[in-house]
T-cell receptor, first 114, second 114 residues
C-alpha cells in the first residue's frame, strides 16, 4: 500500500522567513495530495491540495509543488507569521479511492518566532 | 451549521471500562471516519462508513467497534479500554468518498486510559 514520509519533524524559523516541508510517497499511481494544518488543540483543516495533473499550485503565501518522477511533493510558506505556527500534515491517495484511503505523513511541527 | 461535533471532548477511563464516542455532522455527508492521532504517527484510520447502516475497517480497527444507525451520527465504541488506546480521537466527514474531496474534522476527543 501507499506509504508517505514527511520531513522534517520539527521546523523553527524567524518571522518573515520561508518554510519548506517535504513529503515522499511510494505508489506512483497516487494522484491527490492534500495538506492539512492543525493548530495547537484544534482540528486539522485543509489548507491546500494538488492533483497529479499539475506541478504547482499557489494560494497567497502558501504553495505546493509536485514532482511525479521523484514521487515527492512539498509545501512552501513564504513570509511566515506567528499564526503559521502549527503541525502540518501531508497526505496522498490513489485515484477514485476516496478519503478513507488517504495516507497521512507523520506531521511537521512549525514554530515561527517573532 | 455546527459542522462536525464530537462528544465528549475529554475522558479518563480505567482499564477494562467501556465507553462510546459520539460524532454528529449536519452537512448531510455520506462518508464518516474515525481516526486516532498519536505523537509521531500522524492520523490513522480506525473505521469508516460510506453511508447509513454500513461500516468498514480502517488501518487500526482492533479494540474498537462502530455503528452508523443514522446518517448524521457515527459512534465509536471501546468495549474494554486498554492503556494503548490512550490517544486523541478525531471524527471526520466528507460529501463523497470516491472522489477526492475535502473532509471536515471534529474538534477531537482526548482519551486517557489508566
Amino acid at each position: 500500500g501507499e506509504n508517505v514520509e514527511q520531513h522534517p519533524s520539527t521546523l523553527s524559523v524567524q518571522e518573515g522567513d520561508s518554510a519548506v516541508i517535504k513529503c515522499t510517497y511510494s505508489d506512483s499511481a497516487s494522484n491527490y495530495f492534500p495538506w492539512y494544518k492543525q493548530e495547537l488543540g484544534k482540528r486539522p483543516q485543509l489548507i491546500i491540495d494538488i492533483r497529479s495533473n499539475v506541478g504547482e499550485k499557489k494560494d497567497q503565501r502558501i504553495a505546493v509543488t509536485l514532482n511525479k518522477t521523484a514521487k515527492h511533493f512539498s509545501l512552501h510558506i513564504t513570509e511566515t507569521q506567528p499564526e503559521d505556527s502549527a503541525v502540518y500534515f501531508c497526505a496522498a491517495t490513489l485515484p477514485n479511492t476516496g478519503f478513507q484511503k488517504l495516507v497521512f505523513g507523520t506531521g511537521t511541527r512549525l514554530l515561527v518566532s517573532p | 451549521n455546527a459542522g462536525v461535533t464530537q462528544t465528549p471532548k475529554f475522558r479518563v477511563l480505567k482499564t477494562g471500562q467501556s465507553m462510546t464516542l459520539l460524532c454528529a455532522q449536519d452537512m448531510n455527508h455520506e462518508y464518516m471516519y474515525w481516526y486516532r492521532q498519536d505523537p509521531g504517527m500522524g492520523l490513522r484510520l480506525i473505521h469508516y462508513s460510506v453511508g447509513e447502516g454500513t461500516t468498514a475497517k480502517g488501518e487500526v480497527p482492533d479494540g474498537y467497534n462502530v455503528s452508523r444507525l443514522k446518517k448524521q451520527n457515527f459512534l465509536l465504541g471501546l468495549e474494554s479500554a486498554a492503556p494503548s488506546q490512550t490517544s486523541v480521537y478525531f471524527c471526520a466527514s466528507s460529501y463523497h468518498g470516491t472522489k477526492n474531496t475535502e473532509a471536515f474534522f471534529g474538534q477531537g476527543t482526548r482519551l486517557t486510559v489508566v
